[in-house]
């Protein structure tokens, strides 16, 4: 089977622009978590989605906002760049909300605002 | 609001020999989740061992073991017969039980270790 895959793997956008970041959880997971993990860092939470509603949302400003689809992939959208936005992007899939709620990672997206 | 912490930005050890990453962390609540989380250069995360704050008895995944301490709040990590592959960041994390999270199941994360394992 296939793990969590995450598109594109590397992005250069500049000051202001905006970016979309996709995910592909693993068939049969229905939420999907995004992370941004910047460089030196742990990862910190953004959103979560199960059943297509946002079941969490990080301490991240509105210019972040994520939606998740009917087969459960996600798009997580960022407006009006800002060089601190640069990061790794980490999308996880779970199987189930709830129980032990294991998240399995996928590769990341790799963006560079210059 | 919960914390973890890695004290230990950076170690190293020679292949074959045994490692203990520690970590802490401060919550309130009495049942949740601790989680040791590898990512190698690659970038891909992923999970090494979990722990469920209700059992008493320690994770053990193969070389990989936990030294759960509830009441000080500890959560390390035993790496034993260390290989190269084994190189990596290893991040703790923490989440909330099911439920006392409500609808927020988020990781909550410590700033890594970076460990080298050196032939």
């Known amino acids: 089977d296939a793990g969590v895959t995450q598109s594109p793997t590397h992005l250069i956008k500049t000051r202001g622009q905006h970016v979309t970041l996709r995910c592909s959880p693993i068939?049969?997971?229905?939420?999907v978590s995004w992370y941004q993990q910047v460089l030196g860092q742990g990862p910190q939470f953004i959103f979560q989605?199960?059943?297509?509603?946002?079941?969490g949302r990080g301490n991240f400003p509105d210019r972040f906002s994520a939606r998740q689809f009917p087969n459960y992939s996600s798009e997580l959208n960022v407006n009006a760049l800002l060089l601190g936005d640069s990061a790794l992007y980490l999308c996880a899939s779970s199987l189930v909300f709830g129980g032990r709620n294991e998240q399995f990672f996928g590769p990341g997206t790799r963006l560079t605002v210059l | 609001a919960q914390t973890v912490t890695q004290s230990q930005p950076e170690m190293s050890v020679q292949e074959a020999e045994t490692v203990t990453l520690s970590c802490t962390y401060d919550t309130s609540e009495s049942n949740y989740y601790l989680f040791w989380y590898k990512q190698p250069p690659s970038r891909q995360m992923i999970l090494v061992i979990r722990?469920?704050?209700?059992k008493q008895q320690n994770a053990t995944e193969n070389r990989f073991s936990v030294n759960f301490q509830k009441a000080a709040k500890s959560f390390s990590l035993k790496i034993s017969d260390s290989q190269l592959g084994d190189t990596a960041m290893y991040f703790c994390?923490?989440?909330?039980?099911?439920?006392?999270?409500?609808?927020?199941?988020?990781?909550?994360w410590g700033l890594g270790t970076s460990l080298a394992v050196n032939p």
């Open positions: 068939s049969g997971h229905k939420s």
């Open positions: 722990q469920e704050a209700y």
């Open positions: 989605y199960y059943e297509k509603e946002e079941r």
């Open positions: 994390a923490f989440m909330k039980h099911m439920y006392n999270a409500g609808n927020n199941r988020k990781l909550i």
